[in-house]
């Protein structure tokens, strides 16, 4: 029995040395114009609204990549008739991108209400969870959806990014990447049609980012 111990100490000491003196994988770092390109311009009959000569429509401030520390941020609004939707996606490998956006949406002064889990029904990715929360500031009411992606999928539980970037970090030596993803309507707020136009815009970024998104 004693043996049988001292060999199994002696094994998974020898692993434990090997993956700590194992050479660290390279971990990839996009640009952000590489982002930009990764995701759709157009979403079904959704045109965006670009600023000339820009792929994106608004930059976010300079405070917003220093807290988040991402590889990029691409803004676009998309317009089809009376929907219209603000859609962000923060790319990135760092843990302060994949944040919970209710920390922002309070500091800019929306309260906020119902936050409950949801689901969008998409052609490539299946089921994709997400999260819903209702917004209000002065009399004007939202719905706020936000999701994330990590390479083994699409999340809509930030504890659970939290518990698979750890897990990912430990068993393969590099962070986890993907986007942090809000989409908020900017006119007539009807949830099923944003479900909608939020799934096409999955199987969009699937077919754009090359299975990437």
């Known amino acids: 029995m004693k043996k049988t111990l001292w060999i199994m100490s002696g094994l998974m000491t020898s692993i434990g040395l090997a993956y700590n003196f194992a ?21 079904g009959r959704f045109q965006p609204m670009l600023k000339d000569g820009e792929k994106v429509s608004y930059k976010m401030d300079k405070s917003s990549y220093d807290i988040l520390k991402p590889w990029g941020i691409c803004a676009r609004v998309f317009v089809n008739g009376n929907e219209s939707y603000d859609v962000v996606a923060i790319a990135s490998n760092s843990k302060e991108s994949f944040h919970d956006p209710q920390i922002c949406f309070s500091a800019q002064g929306w309260r906020l209400s119902n936050q ?98």
């Open 23 to 43: 050479p660290r994988p390279a971990e990839k770092n996009l640009t952000e114009d590489q982002v930009i390109n990764m995701l759709p311009i157009k979403v």
């Open 116 to 213: 409950r889990d949801d689901v969008i029904k998409t052609k490539t990715r299946g089921d994709v969870p997400v999260t819903l929360v209702d917004m209000e500031q002065n009399g004007d009411q939202r719905v706020a959806m936000y999701f994330f992606r990590l390479t083994k999928g699409y999340y809509g539980n930030m504890s659970k990014v939290k518990k698979d970037m750890l897990l990912n970090l430990f068993t393969n030596r590099v962070k986890d990447e993907g986007a942090f993803i809000r989409l908020i309507p900017t006119g007539t707020v009807d949830v099923e049609k944003m479900k909608r136009f939020a799934a096409d815009w999955v199987d969009a970024a699937t077919e754009t980012s090359k299975g990437y998104y």
